[in-house]
């Protein structure tokens, strides 16, 4: 499959690290653990959304874009890794941001990402809670055009099949850094929120036939939605690769028991695996993902889901300049 044909903006530093977990690993004695650092993608501080973005971006220029806009959490990684782009490509980029916590703390509403998106330069807009975001963002992009802006507007978590072109790319990168390495993998595990990653990657992968099972951790809705609006996306993802029909509805397998009370509300199990990858591996995960989709393979583990044997890999997704933003979250007793 020749992904090349599609217009693309170099910018995220590819390959990402793909490494065993070894104290992990031995702490839960067993599977092991690997991890594929796409914390490290290299665009002001990292993230999944860059590899959608180089996709995405790649469109915006070409349409002849002065203005990108997206919308996202507050705390969204998206928005931060758009703004990062927009200011590297030399143009604006308008955000709406979306309160999905109710959180009123200065460090969520004003640390973390949204202090980032602001260095890059990012002007944005608050939304209250349960509005069709997509919507809204196109009626705001309306009123820009009107003023004379050619506005390119990106979907929440860049999640169509443009930006999903990204994470068909990592499928194929990890299989081959696990050829290069003599790496047999078994499970691959992430968390899955706007849908476009696993679509990506479940679309690489059918697309090579190579059926390691792939399972998403849900950061926010229910199993059968999640799955549904992967296997969309993966619809239209296998379309315009050119491959329709190579994922089935029951490759799309999708865990939504670790979401916890809500999107970006943190959870018990999510702080542990932020403390355990913290303190055994010295990698830094998010309080609203990679947590919750760590917190689903440690408990998977515990609970014997996985062969001892099995080689597990766990894709990071990124998300860590959001722990600024939910540090009320964490007690260091008397450590600190
Ligand atoms: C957006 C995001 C995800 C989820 O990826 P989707 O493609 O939206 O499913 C996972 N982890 C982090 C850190 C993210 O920012």
Redesign the pocket.
Same mark, same amino acid.
């Given at each position: 499959m020749n992904l090349s044909r599609f217009p693309r903006i170099r910018l995220a530093h590819l390959p990402t690290p793909l490494e065993p977990l070894i104290r992990l690993s031995e702490e839960l004695g067993g599977p092991e653990i690997w991890i594929k650092r796409d914390d490290c993608t290299g665009l002001s501080t990292g993230?999944?959304?860059t590899r959608?973005l180089e996709f995405l971006m790649a469109e915006a220029q070409n349409q002849g874009a002065d203005t990108v806009m997206t919308q996202g959490a507050i705390q969204?990684?998206?928005v931060r890794q758009t703004s990062a782009f927009a200011a590297k490509l030399g143009i604006k980029c308008h955000v709406l941001l979306e309160d999905r916590t109710g959180y009123t703390d200065d460090n969520y509403n004003h640390n973390g990402n949204v202090f980032i998106d602001l260095l890059h330069g990012a002007t944005y807009e608050k939304r209250g809670p349960g509005l069709d975001m997509n919507a809204e963002m196109e009626s705001v992009a309306e009123k820009l055009r009107e003023g004379g802006a050619n506005v390119y507007t990106i979907p929440g978590? #860049? *999640?169509n099949s443009t930006g999903a072109l990204g994470?068909v790319d990592c499928a194929f990168e990890i299989l081959h850094q696990a050829n290069e390495m003599g790496l047999v993998i078994d499970h691959i595990v992430?968390?899955? #929120? *706007?849908?476009?990653?696993?679509a990506g990657l479940i679309s690489g992968l059918k697309a090579m036939n190579v059926n390691i099972p792939l399972l998403?951790i849900s950061?926010r809705a229910p199993k059968e939605e999640q799955e549904e609006n992967v296997y969309n996306l993966a619809i239209d993802t296998t379309a315009k690769l050119g491959c329709p029909s190579v994922v089935n509805r029951d490759d799309i397998v999708a865990n939504s028991d670790y979401v916890g009370e809500g999107y970006g509300l943190p959870t018990e199990a999510g702080i542990e695996a932020i403390t355990m990858f913290a303190e055994l591996e010295g990698i830094l995960l998010?309080p609203?993902?990679?947590s919750k989709?760590a917190s689903g393979l440690i408990d998977l583990i515990r609970k014997g889901r996985f062969k001892k044997s099995d080689r597990v890999v766990f894709i990071h997704?990124?998300?860590s300049a959001s722990l600024f933003g939910y540090t009320k979250h964490f007690d260091f007793g008397d450590r600190a």
């Amino acid at each position: 499959m020749n992904l090349s044909r599609f217009p693309r903006i170099r910018l995220a530093h590819l390959p990402t690290p793909l490494e065993p977990l070894i104290r992990l690993s031995e702490e839960l004695g067993g599977p092991e653990i690997w991890i594929k650092r796409d914390d490290c993608t290299g665009l002001s501080t990292g993230g999944n959304k860059t590899r959608k973005l180089e996709f995405l971006m790649a469109e915006a220029q070409n349409q002849g874009a002065d203005t990108v806009m997206t919308q996202g959490a507050i705390q969204s990684n998206h928005v931060r890794q758009t703004s990062a782009f927009a200011a590297k490509l030399g143009i604006k980029c308008h955000v709406l941001l979306e309160d999905r916590t109710g959180y009123t703390d200065d460090n969520y509403n004003h640390n973390g990402n949204v202090f980032i998106d602001l260095l890059h330069g990012a002007t944005y807009e608050k939304r209250g809670p349960g509005l069709d975001m997509n919507a809204e963002m196109e009626s705001v992009a309306e009123k820009l055009r009107e003023g004379g802006a050619n506005v390119y507007t990106i979907p929440g978590g #860049g *999640s169509n099949s443009t930006g999903a072109l990204g994470y068909v790319d990592c499928a194929f990168e990890i299989l081959h850094q696990a050829n290069e390495m003599g790496l047999v993998i078994d499970h691959i595990v992430h968390a899955t #929120g *706007s849908a476009g990653t696993q679509a990506g990657l479940i679309s690489g992968l059918k697309a090579m036939n190579v059926n390691i099972p792939l399972l998403g951790i849900s950061v926010r809705a229910p199993k059968e939605e999640q799955e549904e609006n992967v296997y969309n996306l993966a619809i239209d993802t296998t379309a315009k690769l050119g491959c329709p029909s190579v994922v089935n509805r029951d490759d799309i397998v999708a865990n939504s028991d670790y979401v916890g009370e809500g999107y970006g509300l943190p959870t018990e199990a999510g702080i542990e695996a932020i403390t355990m990858f913290a303190e055994l591996e010295g990698i830094l995960l998010d309080p609203v993902y990679s947590s919750k989709g760590a917190s689903g393979l440690i408990d998977l583990i515990r609970k014997g889901r996985f062969k001892k044997s099995d080689r597990v890999v766990f894709i990071h997704t990124g998300g860590s300049a959001s722990l600024f933003g939910y540090t009320k979250h964490f007690d260091f007793g008397d450590r600190a």
